[in-house]
């Protein structure tokens, strides 16, 4: 059973930033595809970024584009969320999570993961 633990999370001021990490153990598969995805209070979980386990293909939801970049490093088995220029609306749990796949795309469908952290929370405030 795949297991995913995200951390980084905490209290910036806008314009400020944060890098998430989400360490991943238990591999029952080679490849996975790895997303990144929030939600805020009242609100639908939705994606952020996502990343395939080939190739290094990325997306990115409109809202973050040109802000956040999300990496990985295989050999510690660890994905990132790097959050630049946060503004109030980025506030959120953030979760990281991820699904079985050898394609060479990603995709950021939220049924699509089978496997997701406990999320770690990101505010944004004066």
């Known amino acids: 059973q795949l297991q995913l633990v995200e951390s980084g999370g905490g209290l910036v001021q806008p314009g400020g930033s944060l890098r998430l990490s989400c360490a991943a153990s238990g591999f029952t598969s080679n490849y996975y595809v790895i997303g990144w995805f929030r939600q805020a209070p009242g609100k639908e979980r939705e994606g952020v970024s996502c990343?395939?386990?080939?190739?290094?293909?990325?997306i990115y939801a409109d809202s973050v584009k040109g802000r956040f970049t999300i990496s990985r490093d295989s050999a510690k088995n660890t994905v990132y969320l790097q959050m630049n220029s946060l503004k109030p609306e980025d506030t959120a749990v953030y979760y990281c999570?991820?699904?079985?796949?050898?394609?060479?795309?990603?995709?950021?469908?939220?049924?699509?993961?089978?496997?997701w952290g406990q999320g770690t929370q990101v505010t944004v405030s004066s």
């Open positions: 990343i395939s386990s080939r190739g290094g293909n990325t």
């Open positions: 999570a991820a699904y079985r796949s050898a394609t060479a795309q990603a995709m950021c469908v939220k049924s699509w993961y089978e496997y």
